[in-house]
C-alpha cells in the first residue's frame, strides 16, 4: 500500500504535483488547480496540527470507518464534502502566487513525510489514529486530488 513513509511514493506525489499547472482543468469538483494545491497545503497543516478545525458534528467515527477509508484499496468517491476550513469555497487558504504556493506545498508535504510529528491529536472524520494511518492518509488525500486533475 503507497503511504507517505515510502520515500518513492513521497517522491512520487512530489514529482506528480510538480507537474500541474494553473489553467488545468478539472475533472471533477469545483476547485481550480491553484486551489487544489492550496487545499492539499491546508491538510498538510492540519495533519501536522498548525491549524485546527472544529469537530463535524458527528460522534467520533469507529475503527471500522478507519480502516475502510485508509487501508480497503478503493479509490475514494469524488465529492466527498470536507470541514470548512479546508474547502476552498469558504474558508481554506486562498491561492495567491502558483509558483510559491506550489513550493509552500512541497515543503509541507517534505515536513511532514521526513519528520512526523507526534500525532495526538483527532482527525475530523477519522478520529485518533497511529503514524502509519497519517502518513496513508496524506498519500491517499494527495493522490485523490492530483488525479482530479489528471496528474
Known amino acids: 500500500m503507497k503511504t507517505l513513509r515510502n520515500r518513492r511514493d513521497t517522491d512520487q506525489i512530489l514529482c506528480r504535483v510538480q507537474r500541474v499547472r494553473p489553467g488545468m482543468l478539472r475533472r471533477w469538483g469545483k476547485m481550480s488547480a491553484h486551489q487544489m494545491i492550496?487545499?492539499?497545503?491546508d491538510g498538510f497543516r492540519l495533519y501536522?496540527?498548525?491549524?485546527?478545525?472544529?469537530a463535524p458534528g458527528f460522534p467520533s467515527p469507529g475503527k471500522l470507518l478507519q480502516?475502510?477509508?485508509?487501508?480497503?484499496?478503493?479509490?475514494?468517491p469524488k465529492g466527498l464534502q470536507t470541514v470548512p476550513e479546508l474547502d476552498q469555497?469558504?474558508?481554506g487558504t486562498r491561492p495567491v502566487e502558483f509558483d510559491r504556493d506550489v513550493a509552500e506545498l512541497c515543503s509541507l508535504l517534505h515536513r511532514f513525510s521526513r519528520n512526523p510529528p507526534q500525532f495526538n491529536w483527532p482527525h475530523p472524520y477519522l478520529g485518533r489514529m497511529p503514524i502509519a494511518?497519517?502518513?496513508r492518509l496524506g498519500y491517499l488525500h494527495s493522490d485523490h486530488h492530483?488525479?482530479?486533475?489528471?496528474?
Do not use: D, E, T, Y
Open 67 to 76: 480502516w475502510g477509508g485508509l487501508w480497503v484499496p478503493i479509490r475514494w
Open 48 to 54: 501536522m496540527g498548525f491549524m485546527s478545525v472544529a
Open 38 to 41: 492550496c487545499h492539499l497545503s
Open 89 to 91: 469555497q469558504i474558508g
Open 146 to 151: 492530483l488525479r482530479q486533475f489528471g496528474v
Open 133 to 135: 494511518a497519517w502518513m
